[in-house]
């Protein structure tokens, strides 16, 4: 099925004339782990979403629409003015309105569909009040209800429905969309306002390892990261976990080796290998250190339950009492990776211009080694679709190289914010650039907290994170209005 052609705006979206556009955008991300292999990089997902299964209520707050969206903005043949059903939601209850210049917090969304983030993401709904905006979160193509082509089989049956499956459509998407009505993804919030600053004022890229390409950054910054969480936590975890890989060698190589794998760490179904165990325990620990948010903290849940093993307990029965810690006490352990909407897109994306060289050396983390191989991983994605990776292509179409000169001469209004618990956090700007482009960092935080909804429970250290964040956002839109009125008083005058 085609996607239909382009005749007019969607009568079913909402027009609105606004005086200025506000677009504040946030990363979000990638609860797996990363080597060489392409399904395994991790994924940037503000949320942990450890289910595709969304449960919550969504209040009658937010009102859905769908847009007309342009298949492709770059090329002028024929099928590039096809269309699809692009699905954004709005949020009118606390906007000021045009008439009042209030701003427009503008999320764009991950490699998900977009219902999480309509609760998940919390500082847009905590901020609106204050800044009497208008809220809008759009949805990412090839997600969620944002399907070209009519189906998600059809949309990625081939590399040339494939094909439209990139960052600068996704991006052109957000301003043709933003300029039709008046924008996160923290790696995608920055890009957009580099590529589009006269649609954003202004981004908050919340974790966006905008570095972790072309070997920018090296290979093992995320994992090493993985490991300091766990060795603050507890010198005994770490050294456990590390010296545990070896062992679950030892006993697979055994005869019934895999069975009595199977049956110690009580799997669903028997294990055919022994990575399969050791990718469920590397992607376990990632996604911990990932998403260490207060106030479980999920690195200590998982040490608490290898140390608090009971005495005399061997090393796998101890690594087994952190599974049971962190993911409960259950009848089985479901160690296969079963396919989502969301994995399968994302490993599209890794294998066609998100290429992220994550791996690890020799001795260098808590984990056994597993370089990434650019020629390795090309053939693979080769294998998968067909066409290889371009691994280049992020920093020739965004930058990354020598960014600090680049963002000084030629970008504005960005906050770059990071946790330095997360793994991501490797490959993030952690210092200022200039007095408009800010880096800030917490030193116990993790992935995308600051973006997250605030809670009592919050410590005094992401309250006044997003304090800052907050008022550097007045600041750009006092500068603004201020440099609007000089305009508009400058032109009376010429006249």
């Not at 392409?38 to 937010?62: A, N, V």
């Not at 917090?105 to 609106?128: I, S």
């Not at 009497?132 to 990625?156: D, N, T, W």
Request: hydrophobic fraction near 35%; glycine fraction near 6%; include cysteine.
């Amino acid at each position: 099925m085609k996607p239909q052609k382009s005749t007019a705006m969607n009568s079913s979206s909402l027009m609105i004339s606004l005086q200025w556009l506000l677009s504040l955008m946030f990363l979000i991300i990638f609860p797996t782990c990363a080597t060489a292999t392409p399904s395994k990089l991790p994924r940037l997902s503000t949320i942990l979403r450890e289910s595709e299964i969304f449960s919550e209520l969504i209040s009658d707050d937010f009102q859905t629409f769908f847009y007309n969206q342009t298949l492709d903005h770059f090329n002028y043949g024929p099928e590039s003015y096809y269309t699809f059903q692009q699905r954004y939601v709005m949020n009118f209850k606390y906007w000021g309105g045009a008439n009042a210049s209030a701003p427009i917090f503008a999320y764009l969304g991950a490699e998900a569909a977009l219902d999480f983030d309509l609760t998940g993401v919390g500082f847009p709904v905590d901020n609106a009040l204050q800044f009497k905006a208008l809220l809008v979160y759009i949805e990412h193509r090839y997600y969620g209800q944002s399907i070209p082509f009519g189906s998600r089989e059809e949309a990625l049956k081939n590399a040339s429905t494939r094909g439209y499956f990139n960052s600068a459509q996704a991006i052109a998407d957000y301003a043709e969309l933003c300029c039709y009505l008046f924008f996160h993804n923290s790696v995608l919030a920055s890009w957009f306002r580099l590529k589009y600053p006269h649609v954003a004022l202004g981004a908050l890229a919340s974790s966006a390892p905008i570095l972790y390409f072309d070997d920018i950054t090296p290979q093992n910054g995320y994992y090493s990261i993985v490991t300091k969480d766990f060795r603050e936590a507890s010198e005994s975890c770490y050294s456990t976990i590390r010296e545990s890989w070896s062992e679950i060698d030892r006993v697979a190589s055994e005869a019934n080796g895999l069975s009595i794998l199977s049956k110690k760490f009580r799997t669903c179904a028997e294990l055919n290998k022994s990575n399969e165990l050791k990718d469920y325990l590397e992607t376990m620990y990632a996604v911990a250190a990932q998403y260490n948010h207060p106030p479980r903290y999920p690195v200590t849940v998982v040490c608490g339950g290898i140390d608090g093993a009971p005495e005399g307990s061997d090393i796998l029965s101890r690594i087994f009492a952190g599974v049971v810690a962190y993911r409960g006490n259950r009848s089985c352990y479901n160690t296969s990776v079963n396919p989502t909407e969301t994995s399968e897109g994302w490993r599209w994306q890794t294998c066609s211009e998100m290429v992220m060289p994550i791996g690890r050396g020799d001795n260098d983390t808590m984990f056994q080694p597993s370089p990434f191989n650019l020629t390795t991983f090309i053939q693979a994605c080769t294998s998968l679709y067909d066409v290889p990776p371009r691994p280049h292509w992020i920093t020739t179409y965004y930058g990354g190289h020598d960014i600090k000169l680049i963002l000084h001469r030629f970008a504005s209004n960005i906050i770059f914010s990071n946790g330095l618990r997360d793994p991501y956090s490797s490959a993030g700007v952690l210092k200022n650039i200039s007095h408009t482009v800010l880096a800030i960092h917490t030193v116990n935080g993790s992935h995308c907290l600051d973006i997250l909804p605030a809670k009592s429970t919050d410590p005094e250290w992401l309250i006044m994170q997003r304090k800052t964040e907050v008022e550097i956002i007045e600041s750009w839109i006092a500068q603004y209005h201020a440099d609007l009125d000089a305009t508009r008083k400058r032109t009376l005058f010429e006249y």
